[in-house]
């Protein structure tokens, strides 16, 4: 006999506890979906406290248990606790928001508060969907190899527009996994091997401050590895990226750190050179997006309290048809994006991620998955529109259904509008990879070599030090993003210790960088000449790292002076930022804005040259900010400092053109 106040639910076989204030959120929050409504700041009343939330919750009503542990969550978050840790719950009535956004997200809201307490998100089920799982208590991360399993398959078996393999390469050395169970594995040289089953996962981790030398391989440990390599020398990163492949039967597995020989510069630079073919020729990539190092596993980071899981799945009637909406519950603090998880935060990854047709990462609440087909994740594995949010991966379909080439294409000829989609995107890429860290600077330019590599199959010219030579002078308008400028920020800007590349390129700082143009809207016209771009390399890869580098370039060059003025314009709050002045006609004019590079390197006096126009209907002149470098050469050389910008017509007017060589 149900309590008093409760109805039963059915749904298919199963059937659930709702109270009524529940019930009739069937028909008010939960029916916007069927509507097809997707904005709605109206809110539904529910319960009149959250002691009577709780004491519905242990009645038995599904829903309410699900909104209170949400609330509960919210208040850990937040610090909302008594002397014994448990939650305080805001006075006032519950409310439920309608729904805001194609994600499902409805709010939390109790009282007259301004802030939402906690979220729900309702998406509806197809018809067709079968979990793979057989209750919704299922283990999150049984749950989580279930899923990994199915999606993985259905790509392969459903998905054309999904790169298969190159059936053609094989790794240098791969992980045999051996049997379920097996406490050892063994390293294999696939040079001359015969494969009945090329299938391989490629993992992608963070591997901390602690890696253990057992679970590296070096040249005097190869041959032992080649026999075997105990569970036990693992991490429990490497332990779980060997028993997922087991569990899928694949036969091998590919770690950065036990296929490359870590103490040999020439291997190091050879397998580097062939990271593109590891990670786009991968089955698929296990990403263990929530671990900062290989203690913490291959796995969702569930504490018990903080994870979504377990779901409920309501039955909705509209339309005179009835659909099936699954319903999960956060915290107020909620964000379903990669981008708060560690491995996010470094450097190699980013290229790991775009290169991998299919990728499961282990998140810290969740399972999300990206195939050039489909993202979605553990709580809406059929498709979830809020599994990948801001950073879209470079290779998949655009918001207006514009793609690149795929990686597996050969070289190919773009349109003009796709040559500036590339672009774009090469531009944009290298914004997001310069907020990431590297325990080694001098891997920037490796680090995303595979990328690069891809690039260049559909960019014409040459590539130098982070740069593609046919997107022309944009490329060289970058700019410093600090905290104060940028949030997403996270320090100021230094050099690296040791030389990188030459100062005109990004990768010769450690720092956050951005350009101001946004096609197709922003109009480009470059009002200097390119002469000629020269870069040397270390070993025999251009795409790797360079031992020098110098662009010749010939444009109008002016002296001008530098000064700090608290909020002057173009500033935006820039600490390396300061006002530019030009004597003009007797008289110092204010002409400009410069953002210095590095903020200890601000400096009186530069020289600006004066680069492009960018903008529409009004554009600035953008130009380089250059001081003279004392050396014994004939010719004018110099070094960026920093990126000009003015609206000042006059001073460009009276400067001479002049040829520079920039180092």
Known sequence: MLPKGMSTVSQGAEAMSLCLYCVSLRGTAFSEAVEKISYN?????????????????????????????????????????DADGKPIYPPGELSIGGVVGPAGQRWIWIGNSPNASGALRAIEIP???????????????????????????????????????????????????????????????????????????????????????????????????????????LTKTFVDAIKIPRRLQVPYVWIDSLCILQNSREDWETEAAQMAHVYSNAFVTLAASASSDG????????????????????????????????VFG?????????????????????????????????????????????????????????????????????????????????????????????????????????????????????????????????????YCAGLFESHGIISLLWAVDNPTKDKTVSKTSSRPTQYTAPSWSWASLIGAVSWSWYPPQDRIESIVTIHNIVVTPTGGDHFAQLRDGSLRMGGKLRKLRTRHIEHAYGSSGDPAGRALFATINGNEKNVGWITFDI?????????????????????????????????????????????????????????????????
């Not at 709780?54 to 209170?68: F, H, K, P």
């Not at 913490?296 to 909406?325: A, L, M, T």
């Not at 190699?348 to 998955?369: C, K």
Request: aromatic letters at 8%; proline letters at 6%.
């Open 41 to 81: 700041m109206g809110r539904y009343p529910h319960q009149p406290s959250c002691a009577d939330l709780i004491e519905s919750a242990a009645q038995g009503c599904a829903l309410c248990q699900l909104i209170l542990d949400a609330l509960s969550r919210d208040c850990r978050k937040t610090g909302q606790l």
């Open 127 to 233: 018809r067709d969907w079968k979990d793979p799982w057989s209750h919704e208590r299922e283990d999150i991360n049984e749950a989580a190899l279930l899923m990994v399993d199915k999606w993985v398959r259905t790509c392969h078996e459903t998905h054309p527009d999904c790169p298969r393999p190159d059936e053609e390469f094989m790794p240098t050395r791969l992980i045999e996994v051996g049997p379920a169970g097996a406490e050892k594995v063994r390293l294999i040289s696939s040079r001359g091997m015969e494969f009945h089953d090329r299938r391989y996962i490629a993992l992608s981790h963070c591997w901390g401050l602690n890696m253990p030398h057992c679970a590296q391989t070096f040249r005097e440990t190869l041959k032992e590895h080649l026999e075997k390599i105990p569970l036990s020398n």
């Open 295 to 326: 203690t913490q596993g291959c796995r969702i980071h569930n504490d018990g309290s903080e994870s979504f899981w377990p779901y409920i799945d309501i039955p909705v009637i509209g339309n005179r048809e009835q659909k099936c909406y699954r």
């Open 330 to 462: 956060w915290s107020n603090r909620w964000n379903p994006t990669l981008e708060d998880d560690a491995l996010q935060t470094r450097g190699w990854t980013l290229q790991e991620r775009e290169l991998s047709p299919r990728i499961a990462h282990f998140s810290n609440d969740t399972l999300i998955w990206e195939c050039r087909t489909l993202r979605a994740s553990l709580n809406y594995p059929w498709q979830d529109p809020a599994a990948v949010i801001g950073h879209r991966r470079v290779f998949d379909t655009d918001s207006v259904g514009r793609k690149l080439p795929g990686i597996s294409q050969s070289t190919v000829e773009l349109t003009e509008e796709k040559k500036l989609l590339a672009a774009a995107e090469w531009l944009r890429l290298v914004k997001l990879y310069s907020r990431r860290c590297l325990t080694k600077q001098t891997d920037v330019l490796p680090a995303i070599s595979g990328v690069a590599r891809i690039f260049s199959r559909f960019t014409q010219g040459a």
């Open 599 to 663: 903020l200890d390197e601000a400096c009186e006096f530069i020289y600006c040259l004066a680069c492009a126009r960018i903008g529409f209907p009004w554009p600035q002149v953008y130009g380089l900010a250059l001081l003279p470098v004392d050396n014994d050469s004939s010719e004018s050389r110099y070094r960026r400092v920093g990126r000009v910008r003015t609206a000042e017509k006059t001073w460009l007017e009276e400067s001479p053109v002049t040829e520079v060589v920039i180092i």
